[in-house]
């Protein structure tokens, strides 16, 4: 989920703030074609992911790539608009109340060892590292993907060496919101979602690409395992409902201390 | 005379690389101090040292006998030092009198006077007709009159010029030399960055040549362009000798 | 211009008279929110730091008038002034640490929205204060305690803040601050360079505006009687706080007018047509397109566009 966020800043310099809306869509996706379709989220999450690329790279197309140039004000506001269509829109869609998808997989359990684990999360662990790795195989060995990472080192040289610099942007937007339908899928038979969480799954997302560093993959990684150990802290050490404000003052805090992150290049 | 500007030892590193190196100078209160060297000498860092927007590691810098060590540019800036940016920085909806009247804001709290004297800067450095138009909408010539204007509007006694003449034809360069001697005969005493040497050469009462963040030269115009240290520092880079001031 | 302004003011004072109750309720939402998006304007348009999350400012003011008028009998009057106190305080608060840690765009924005949650989390979790069923305050219709028996009286309550505020960022925009804050919006470092003391001005606008939203708050509180958290620290506020003045024209005297004036009615019509059940979030959408509209076609906002309009023709 960071890492499509990651990508997104790191190609583009764009901040997605629609992205943990993006995320709810993904689960909702994911919801219907369960429940509509039978299929299960560990599988149909690839179909989440193709339809928020296909979403994401319209969404680039149409919008962000005329204001890549702009102020970041302009850019904070309308992604900030697609956030509030998505959000309400989903609202709209499936109305308010939280939902869970069912999978065969939710209530199986293992032992490993001496520790006792859910096999649903498990499966998410392990499909969300090799997708990440996939995604690192990719920008390493593929042209388009070393092309995306020229582009997000320095965009001018990569028009210089008449690299379709649109086309990278659209594609780096649309992977980016591929990640987010796919996490999004993955985690849905494990959280329960509603339209109004985009915010918080947003703010997860900051919190974990700001503390990696804004357009660093193996950051975003990082971060993210970072992160979400605070939080499980967190949530043992203070009631459940605390613990938004756990990932809150996290965020205030990341911000003041490294906004560059660990591995990350300063904001423009 | 007391210089207006005295630098002594200044050294500035970022992380592996020492920008800048023990670096001592000072300008008198009406002279014309050009500072050139290679690019990635050291200069705009140097700039960036002396008027605030970087801390020296080490080293004194005092202006107008006081130390401006550690004060924030817009301090700086009030105390009579003002720089411009080498890649200049409009404010670009703005229209030009209002950009000047920001420089001039610093010295003059009410908007009409402030007003008044920004008309003034801009009918000085030649913008006159161009007065009403957005900064955006200014070529290239045109911003760096502009750029040099917001920074008298603001009353300087040393003004930091970071090549002003890049990016500009002949004819705009001869034009800004003759503007800046203008600058410098009604009492301001610069400090200028320049790649061009026949400008350099032209304008300065004394030189001082950088390289490798350190000063390597220093004197009139004409013996640092005779130099063996200076044209070993360019090898491999033409320049023309003009005739000294 | 100025006396299209006079003539405007003129029939927004009689219009009550004329106007069905319904009639009058939205009218003082427009100018509440006008007058909250004007406050926004001083930081937000001016200054051009985008604040996500004034809504925080809005429920500081209204819980602090609200608790001060029922546990300790002060009189929301003096309670309005000790809110816009408390939210200043706040705004100084995240001012400071925003602007001395050097937070711009991005950042800034999840600074802000990072505190309103905070608050919101907060409110909802302390009983003190109402908890998750949130605060309420007893209607009397005493005009000592800010409480009309007559819509009509709020109206021009209302009114009166949206002028207050508008004669506010007039005043700012004729001087030096006013200067400094549009300079500041375009180039700091430029700003900087020239004797510009940022860091004091963006505080300033910053203490300004989050005082006059804290004022805001204490009407919220005694017009609508009940304080829920999720509403009144809400994103969705901040976002109705800022999105008229962006829509009308950030960074203009009378953008978050005009902008209201457009907005709300707007939000009433998407309310009233596809308010009941799950259609409650229409209006958001139709905010979140018109948000995406403005920013690709008329990124400063409808008012400076219609200035040129009018320009146009009158053009030697």
């Known amino acids: 989920m960071a890492v499509g966020l990651t990508l997104i800043f790191g190609v583009m310099r764009v901040v997605n703030f629609a992205h943990g809306d993006m995320m709810v869509w993904g689960m909702y996706l994911a919801w219907l074609l369960a429940t509509r379709a039978g299929i299960d989220p560990y599988v149909g999450f690839v179909g989440c992911a193709a339809v928020l690329f296909v979403t994401g790279v319209i969404v680039q197309r149409l919008l962000v790539d005329r204001i890549v140039d702009a102020p970041h004000e302009m850019q904070i506001l309308l992604m900030l608009g697609v956030a509030l269509v998505l959000e309400n829109a989903a609202l709209v869609a499936f109305g308010p109340d939280p939902q869970r998808v069912r999978s065969p997989l939710r209530a199986a359990t293992l032992w490993l060892g001496p520790i006792f684990v859910d096999v649903a999360r498990l499966v998410t662990f392990v499909l969300a590292i090799v997708l990440t790795f996939a995604l690192y195989l990719f920008l390493q060995r593929t042209d388009l993907g070393r092309t995306m990472r020229a582009a997000a080192d320095n965009a001018y040289g990569a028009l210089v060496i008449g690299a379709d610099v649109r086309r990278v942007y659209a594609a780096a937007f649309g992977i980016g919101a591929a990640c987010v339908g796919a996490a999004g899928a993955l985690v849905s038979p494990i959280l329960p979602f509603q339209p109004a969480g985009g915010l918080s799954l947003s703010v997860a997302s900051f919190n974990i690409v700001i503390i990696g560093g804004m357009g660093s993959l193996p950051g975003a990684f990082l971060g993210g395992l970072l992160v979400s150990v605070a939080e499980s802290l967190g949530a043992v050490f203070l009631s459940p409902s605390m613990k938004e404000l756990v990932s809150f003052s996290l965020l205030i805090v990341i911000l003041l201390v490294r906004p560059a992150g660990l591995f990350g290049r300063a904001p423009v | ?245 | 211009m100025k006396w299209l302004a006079a003539a405007a003011l003129a029939v927004l004072l009689a219009l009550p008279a004329v106007l069905s109750s319904y009639a009058v309720t939205v009218f003082i939402f427009i100018f509440f929110y006008a007058f909250l998006g004007q406050a926004w304007n001083i930081v937000g348009g001016y200054a051009g730091q985008l604040s996500a999350g004034h809504a925080a400012f809005v429920g500081l003011g209204a819980y602090a008038s609200a608790l001060l008028s029922a546990e300790v009998g002060l009189t929301p009057w003096i309670g309005m002034l000790v809110g816009g106190v408390l939210s200043a305080a706040l705004g100084t608060v995240v001012g400071y640490l925003g602007f001395r840690f050097g937070l711009r765009g991005f950042y800034f924005v999840l600074l802000t929205v990072a505190f309103a949650e905070v608050c919101r989390i907060v409110a909802l979790n302390t009983d003190a204060v109402g908890g998750a069923l949130g605060y309420y305050i007893t209607f009397t219709g005493n005009p000592r305690q800010f409480q009309f028996q007559d819509n009509r009286v709020y109206y021009y309550v209302a009114l009166g803040l949206m002028l207050m505020a508008t004669l506010v960022v007039a005043a700012i925009e004729r001087r030096r601050f006013g200067a400094y804050l549009i300079a500041i919006r375009e180039d700091e470092g430029a700003c900087e360079a020239l004797g510009v003391n940022t860091f004091r001005y963006k505080m300033l606008a910053m203490v300004v505006s989050s005082f006059l939203t804290g004022v805001g708050g204490t009407f919220y509180a005694f017009y609508l009687f009940s304080l829920q958290p999720n509403a009144v620290f809400g994103i969705p506020l901040s976002v109705e706080i800022i999105i008229r003045p962006i829509v009308g024209g950030a960074g203009t005297v009378l953008g978050p007018i005009l902008g209201s004036f457009i907005l709300s009615p707007l939000a009433e019509v998407a309310r009233v047509y596809f308010g009941q059940g799950g259609w409650s979030g229409v209006h958001l959408i139709a905010y979140g397109i018109l948000l995406i509209a403005v920013v690709l076609f008329l990124p400063q906002g409808a008012y400076p566009a219609l200035r040129r309009l009018w320009a146009r023709p009158a053009a030697r």
């Open chain 2, 1 to 245: 005379m007391t210089p207006l500007l005295e630098v002594t030892g200044i050294s500035r590193r970022f992380g592996g690389l020492q920008a800048v190196r023990d670096l001592s100078l000072s300008v008198a209160p009406d002279e014309v101090l050009g500072l050139i060297g290679p690019n990635g000498a050291g200069k705009t860092t140097a700039f960036n040292l002396l008027s605030g927007f970087l801390a020296p590691d080490r080293g004194q810098i005092r202006f107008a006998g006081r130390s401006i060590v550690g004060l924030p540019p817009h301090a700086i800036c009030r105390l009579g030092l003002c720089r411009t940016f080498q890649i200049v920085r409009p404010f670009p909806r703005l229209s030009v009198l209002d950009n000047v009247r920001v420089g001039a804001l610093s010295r003059r709290a009410r908007m009409e006077d402030a007003r008044a004297r920004a008309r003034e800067v801009i009918e000085q450095v030649g913008l006159g007709g161009k007065v009403d138009h957005a900064a955006g909408a200014l070529t290239l010539a045109e911003r760096k009159r502009l750029e040099l204007a917001r920074a008298l509007a603001t009353e300087p006694r040393l003004l930091l010029l970071d090549e002003v003449m890049a990016g500009l034809n002949p004819t705009e360069i001869e034009a800004i030399v003759a503007l800046v001697k203008r600058i410098n005969a009604s009492g301001i005493a610069i400090l200028l960055i320049e790649h061009n040497m026949r400008a350099v050469m032209s304008l300065s009462h004394r030189i001082a040549v950088l390289n490798f963040g350190e000063k390597i030269v220093e004197g009139e115009p004409a013996a640092v362009a005779n130099h063996p240290r200076v044209i070993e520092a360019y090898l491999g880079e033409e320049y023309v000798h003009a005739p000294s001031r």
